[in-house]
Nanobody, 114 residues
Framework: VHLVESGGGLVQPEGSLTLSCVVS????????????VEWYRRPAGKERVLVAK???????TYSDSAKGRFTITRDSAKKSVYLQMTQLKPEDTARYSC?????WGQGTRVTVSS
């Protein structure tokens, strides 16, 4: 199984970005529909922290900092999970990575700055 993130970039404060996590590989067809997927982020010099999680049946959980601003969704047909981020703040600047069953993508960098 492989996970590839995309969608990061430079955005101004109060802006929006949507990150994508695409799952592929020989086992992905069977594993993705039955697996939770999580988004984490790691600010520079800090530890990685959970941002949002979506279960195989669509239940979502968010960190306190993400609640009300971020939305995680999944598309089984595309084997993808999305993280829609709104009202971005400079403190959201980090490398964002998705994970499923202990497999991690390489991440995508988000920079919030004017």
């Amino acid at each position: 199984v492989h996970l590839v993130e995309s969608g990061g970039g430079l955005v101004q404060p109060e802006g929006s970005l949507t990150l994508s996590c695409v799952v592929s590989g020989t086992m992905s067809e069977r594993l993705f529909p039955n697996s939770a997927v999580e988004w984490y982020r790691r600010p520079a010099g800090k530890e990685r922290v959970l941002v949002a999680k979506i279960s195989s049946w669509g239940k979502t959980t968010y960190s306190d900092s993400a609640k009300g601003r971020f939305t995680i969704t999944r598309d089984s047909a595309k084997k993808s999970v999305y993280l829609q981020m709104t009202q971005l703040k400079p403190e959201d600047t980090a490398r964002y990575s998705c994970t499923m069953l202990g497999v991690w993508g390489q991440g995508t960098r988000v920079t919030v700055s004017s």
